[in-house]
């Protein structure tokens, strides 16, 4: 079972998927016709490259062969493509969020955590293998990486609002607003689909 220190996205953040994504016709907000080849996708001024989707595809296929014990089918593997554009798109909002409040997490201070962590829960190679499930330690780093963001933008959010039960309820605000703010800075190119892109 994968543990809380490696989820995808830190609970206070999670943000099931960039809804609204798509053609917007709106002044500054992204439009699907405006997205350049050779990108699946724009997040604010940030295209997110079909390299990176391929990449994200192939990780998440991985996973489920290793599994399920098969090959994901033609079905199984549009659901995996529309799973990794979310996944790709709301890693892209996070960081820019993150960047935009100036919380940064250095590349050391991921993998010392990782190092730590994988030191304390895998015993031996063949139990780390197995918790990899198809992922390479670079993707765990990245999944980690965007964990650490996210508590450390709730945790300013809440200590904004002054901590406690405004602080909490802070974050719940900000997790509506932070939703609808990158729905409106993102745009999927019309070959692409993910929950919300039109």
Partial sequence: MRYRALALVATLLVVTVIG????VDDGDKPRAE?????????VGET????????RQIAMLARQQRQANG???TATERKQIASQALAQLLQREAIEQE????GIK??????????NSTAKRQFKTKKALRQ?????????????LRLQVLSERIADRVSKEAGGGKEGAK????????????WQDKTACSGDYAAPGCS
């Fill in 20 to 23: 609204g994504c798509g053609g």
């Fill in 34 to 42: 405006d997205i350049p080849s050779g990108a699946v996708a724009v």
């Fill in 47 to 54: 295209e997110v490259p079909k390299a990176a989707l391929n």
């Fill in 70 to 72: 098969k090959a994901p």
């Fill in 98 to 101: 993150a960047a935009e409040r």
């Fill in 105 to 114: 997490v250095s590349k050391a201070e991921v993998r010392r955590t990782w």
């Fill in 131 to 143: 918790f990899l499930g198809g992922q390479t330690v670079a993707d765990i780093l990245v999944q």
């Fill in 170 to 181: 802070a974050v719940k605000e900000f997790q509506k607003d932070f939703q609808k703010r």
